[in-house]
């Protein structure tokens, strides 16, 4: 997500510094991008003159403190401690009038923003997989966010030709409310034998016109993540029509996490 999100950033022509503490995801994420921007030439839909300067925006493995910055976007994994950390360090490495964006999928921008001494300079930028190609920007106002740091996330977001739509700042916004809980009814519906993974996807797919069976596409996002997010959801909001589904806890404890890990409901052979 952090690499397609660096991508879209400096295709719209933005300057981007890219920031990780494992300094082998700065090599993996010009690489991903590389291979992006390479499809994208292939395709005819950029230049091979685009691609290069594209690249040229951006640099990898850069310190926290960069104290122009307009804005951050932060994508580390769907951790509230891990995010608030990194929130935390960038409100003090950055300028006092920088925007600091979290694109969670689930968590609480409200609570994100707790440990920064300026709350509402914190908005919810929540980018799709994968983030070249899907429209969508959810913009999440936490309950102290600024008018400002809404109207600046929302023109960002059409800058980069994203679709922004303003959510309030509930579990799981409004996409993850409503797409998780049916990819956990779907390993209900598998851990109960009603039907096979492959029938499940194949009756989703032919009879509610989904480009993705909805196993399929929690392979595709990640086991982990679903889980994650039901978890946030099952907590937060108290309802019981939220609880993960055991399946989809064995499969994470088992490693089978999706097409990241080789396996998830379904085989991914190397």
């Known amino acids: ?6 991508q879209v950033l ?22 991903a991008i590389e291979r992006s921007l390479a499809r994208l030439v292939l395709k005819d839909v950029l230049s091979p003159a685009a691609r290069d300067a594209t690249l040229e925006r951006i640099v990898f493995g850069a310190e926290l403190a960069a104290r122009d910055a307009d804005i951050m976007i932060e994508a580390v994994t769907e951790d509230q401690a891990a995010k608030r950390d990194l929130l935390r360090r960038a409100s003090e490495a950055l300028g006092p009038r920088a925007i600091l964006a979290s694109n969670t999928s689930s968590i609480s921008i409200t609570a994100l923003a707790a440990v920064v001494a300026q709350p509402e300079r914190v908005v919810g930028m929540h980018f799709f997989n994968p983030v070249p190609v899907m429209p969508l920007v959810e913009v999440v106002r936490g ?24 959510v309030g700042d509930f579990p799981g916004f409004v996409s993850n409310r409503i797409l998780l809980p049916m990819l956990n009814e779907a390993f209900f519906t598998l851990m109960e034998g009603v039907a096979t993974a492959e029938s ?11 480009p993705l069976g909805p196993l399929e596409l929690a ?10 997010i039901m978890e946030v959801l099952h907590r937060d909001l108290g ?3 939220y609880r993960p589904c ?20 379904y085989e991914y052979p190397s």
Request: hydrophobic share 50%; aromatic share 4%.
């Open 1 to 6: 997500m952090g690499a397609g999100i660096a």
């Open 143 to 166: 309950q102290l966010t600024a008018d400002t740091a809404t109207t600046a996330a929302v023109a960002l977001a059409q800058r980069l030709g994203k679709t922004p739509v303003v």
């Open 239 to 241: 309802d019981d029509k």
């Open 200 to 210: 499940i996807d194949r009756v989703m797919k032919l009879g509610m016109n989904h």
């Open 246 to 265: 055991p399946l989809l806890r064995r499969y994470v404890a088992a490693g089978r996490l999706g097409r990241k890990s080789g396996a998830g409901v």
């Open 10 to 31: 400096a295709t719209a022509g933005i300057e981007v510094a890219v920031y990780d503490v494992a300094v082998q995801q700065h090599a993996r994420a010009r690489a």
């Open 219 to 228: 392979d595709f996002i990640g086991l982990d993540v679903c889980l994650h």
